[in-house]
């Protein structure tokens, strides 16, 4: 009886062990890097600081927006008309992907204030395709 009580511990053990190490992976729980961009279905690019583990949600947000111009701008999130308040928090079904940033990137150096947008000229290829025939 002892070695199965044993057997057990040990594999109620091992288990724990490998659904916290997924768990781990998923929610990014071990990750130092803390900024992150995520893109959304909207077309949308956000940038920020990826906090807490349930959900998506963004600290200190900036927007990529596209000018009338065609320029890129990064717009501080807290700064919309309305005034939003705390992180921002996206449905997760809504990002099709997200990525961390390099902590000594221009952008990561704008979320924690180190550089002003104005600093910042976005560097971006197009997401709209382009069609091109062959004759």
Known sequence: MKSKNSILIAVIIVLVIVVGYFMSKQYNWFNKN??????LQTGELYFGEKVGMAG???KNAW???KGEDG???LQEFSQAAWKPV???HLAKDKVVFWTNIDENSDIAKLIKGE???SDVQ???TST???TTTNK
């Open 34 to 39: 803390k900024y992150t961009a995520a893109y």
């Open 128 to 130: 709209e395709s382009s």
């Open 71 to 73: 320029k890129y701008s």
């Open 122 to 124: 976005p560097s971006t």
């Open 63 to 65: 927007l990529l927006n």
């Open 56 to 58: 998506f949600n963004l």
């Open 115 to 117: 550089k002003k947008s």
């Open 86 to 88: 705390g992180a921002m």
